[in-house]
């Protein structure tokens, strides 16, 4: 569904979102399990945005939950389609979670590095890397 073409969604929230996946839908929430809590964390900063572009796309009012893999049936950010309270509990300011380690195994939502910008042509590697490394280095037998 992320790779949608008439989903009027913009290409960071699209691929944070696209680790995730639709596990239950109630009425108009649809619940969303992402593979971690810190993933989940930085997709609830697109939430209204992801919201609003489904709801576009489908036509229909469409609220998510989002959740980590291993929640315990909590949710984060669950709110009804119609914007009511709905009864069930609201989610109110949240501190800012500090971020993780920049040695923290994350998963980007890269699906070929070839697809980067700024992706060289062609791979290089061994004899190649070294001499391109080290010019007018020789190499010896």
């Known amino acids: 569904m992320w790779d949608d ?3 009027p969604l913009k290409g960071l929230a699209r691929a944070m979102y696209r680790e995730g996946r639709f596990t239950a839908i109630d009425g108009g929430t649809a619940t969303i ?7 989940r964390d930085k997709c609830e900063g ?10 576009t796309r489908f036509g229909v009012p469409i609220s998510l939950r989002l959740q980590a893999d291993g929640d315990s049936g909590g949710s984060v950010g669950a709110r009804p389609a119609d914007g ?8 109110g300011p949240v501190a800012p979670s500090p971020d993780p380690d920049p040695d923290d195994d994350v998963p980007l939502a890269i699906a070929d590095v070839r697809e980067l910008p700024d992706a060289p042509s ?19 037998e």
Not at 46 to 55: I, Y
Not at 84 to 91: F, H, L, N, V, Y
Not at 125 to 133: F, K, M, P
């Open 5 to 7: 073409a008439d989903l």
């Open 33 to 39: 399990v992402f593979p971690n809590p810190v993933h």
């Open 46 to 55: 697109k939430r209204a945005e992801v919201e609003q572009a489904l709801s």
């Open 122 to 140: 062609a791979a290089t590697g061994g004899i190649d890397a070294l001499t391109e490394a080290f010019p007018g280095a020789e190499f010896v």
């Open 84 to 91: 009511s309270g709905g009864g069930g509990p609201e989610r």
